[in-house]
């Protein structure tokens, strides 16, 4: 008897890449049922409502859609193994997993991979599944213009950062982790379990692993100047951390509390945060097929 399929489908991610395959008849071996993000309800309450009910969720969509999968099947009553479709524009996770950036390949290694555990975090009552950030960075790294990162790569988002210098502002955060308390202005934090985020920052493999119960935080404190701001993009590009601007470190669990509510970016989705916001990494939660 051919496996139940549910197949959350995003038909508009990543300038309608999904459209130009039939990704159902790419598994012929499974009973596919597809749901698309377009429909009358959430995609997460979707997912927690039905995913019990199959042996495999797939995600074809970008990693805003793989965000909300991952909310729905954290509260499903069963969690079947997941398959990723990166049809997206950035694809961040994707990329970090080594996972193909062809659609049918990528179908394949649903196909043929086997399910790994994978940590997921929560900030509050939201999930995520690689990167929870705010300040700096953030916006500029998706919104460098395509012609530039075609010619110039990384550069691009070293540039497009340059230009947000003279419209930054500080956040100021105390963080209370495992690692003890850290205060400071900060123009940029992220908690994460990526090698890549958005682009403009690349964390070495060797500093990440997606099933030790942990995530890296980085921490990059207000620069006194355009030239410490420079100092600081290129320290970042050469994956090094030791500036007296960026602190590194990881943890299971992280209290970030600001002197307002500064907004925060979970896999690239909106999430408008509050005063405190509590982060939370839920080990080995969901069975990532690779």
């Given at each position: 008897?051919?496996?139940?399929?549910?197949?959350?489908?995003?038909?508009?991610?990543?300038?309608?890449?999904?459209?130009?395959?039939?990704?159902?008849?790419?598994?012929?071996?499974?009973?596919?049922?597809?749901?698309?993000?377009?429909?009358?309800?959430?995609?997460?309450?979707?997912?927690?409502?039905?995913?019990?009910?199959?042996?495999?969720?797939?995600?074809?969509?970008?990693?805003?859609?793989?965000?909300?999968?991952?909310?729905?099947?954290?509260?499903?009553?069963?969690?079947?193994?997941?398959?990723?479709?990166?049809?997206?524009?950035?694809?961040?996770?994707?990329?970090?997993?080594?996972?193909?950036?062809?659609?049918?390949?990528?179908?394949?290694?649903?196909?043929?991979?086997?399910?790994?555990?994978?940590?997921?975090?929560?900030?509050?009552?939201?999930?995520?599944?690689?990167?929870?950030?705010?300040?700096?960075?953030?916006?500029?790294?998706?919104?460098?213009?395509?012609?530039?990162?075609?010619?110039?790569?990384?550069?691009?988002?070293?540039?497009?950062?340059?230009?947000?210098?003279?419209?930054?502002?500080?956040?100021?955060?105390?963080?209370?982790?495992?690692?003890?308390?850290?205060?400071?202005?900060?123009?940029?934090?992220?908690?994460?379990?990526?090698?890549?985020?958005?682009?403009?920052?690349?964390?070495?493999?060797?500093?990440?692993?997606?099933?030790?119960?942990?995530?890296?935080?980085?921490?990059?404190?207000?620069?006194?100047?355009?030239?410490?701001?420079?100092?600081?993009?290129?320290?970042?590009?050469?994956?090094?951390?030791?500036?007296?601007?960026?602190?590194?470190?990881?943890?299971?669990?992280?209290?970030f509390s600001g002197d307002r509510a500064y907004p925060w970016s979970?896999?690239?989705?909106?999430?408008?945060?509050?005063?405190?916001?509590?982060?939370?990494?839920?080990?080995?939660?969901?069975?990532?097929?690779?």
């Amino acid at each position: 008897m051919p496996s139940k399929m549910l197949l959350i489908l995003n038909p508009v991610a990543g300038k309608m890449r999904a459209q130009a395959y039939d990704i159902p008849a790419l598994f012929p071996a499974h009973e596919v049922t597809v749901y698309y993000t377009e429909g009358g309800i959430s995609t997460e309450e979707y997912v927690s409502s039905n995913a019990a009910a199959y042996d495999l969720l797939v995600c074809a969509g970008g990693d805003g859609t793989l965000n909300h999968v991952i909310g729905g099947l954290m509260r499903a009553e069963k969690r079947p193994p997941l398959g990723y479709i990166p049809c997206g524009t950035t694809n961040d996770f994707a990329a970090s997993l080594g996972l193909p950036k062809s659609i049918p390949l990528a179908a394949a290694v649903v196909s043929e991979g086997q399910p790994e555990a994978i940590d997921i975090g929560s900030l509050d009552e939201r999930y995520f599944c690689y990167s929870a950030s705010f300040g700096a960075f953030t916006e500029s790294s998706y919104s460098a213009p395509q012609g530039n990162k075609n010619k110039l790569g990384r550069m691009a988002y070293f540039f497009e950062a340059m230009r947000e210098f003279p419209h930054i502002h500080p956040c100021h955060m105390t963080v209370e982790t495992d690692n003890g308390r850290f205060e400071g202005d900060y123009v940029f934090g992220a908690v994460s379990n990526s090698t890549t985020l958005g682009g403009m920052l690349h964390l070495s493999p060797e500093d990440v692993i997606y099933n030790d119960g942990l995530f890296e935080v980085m921490l990059i404190s207000m620069p006194r100047s355009i030239l410490d701001y420079q100092q600081i993009l290129s320290s970042l590009m050469r994956q090094q951390y030791n500036s007296e601007y960026i602190t590194f470190f990881r943890t299971k669990h992280a209290v970030f509390s600001g002197d307002r509510a500064y907004p925060w970016s979970l896999d690239g989705e909106y999430e408008s945060g509050s005063n405190t916001v509590e982060i939370k990494v839920h080990p080995g939660a969901v069975r990532l097929i690779l």
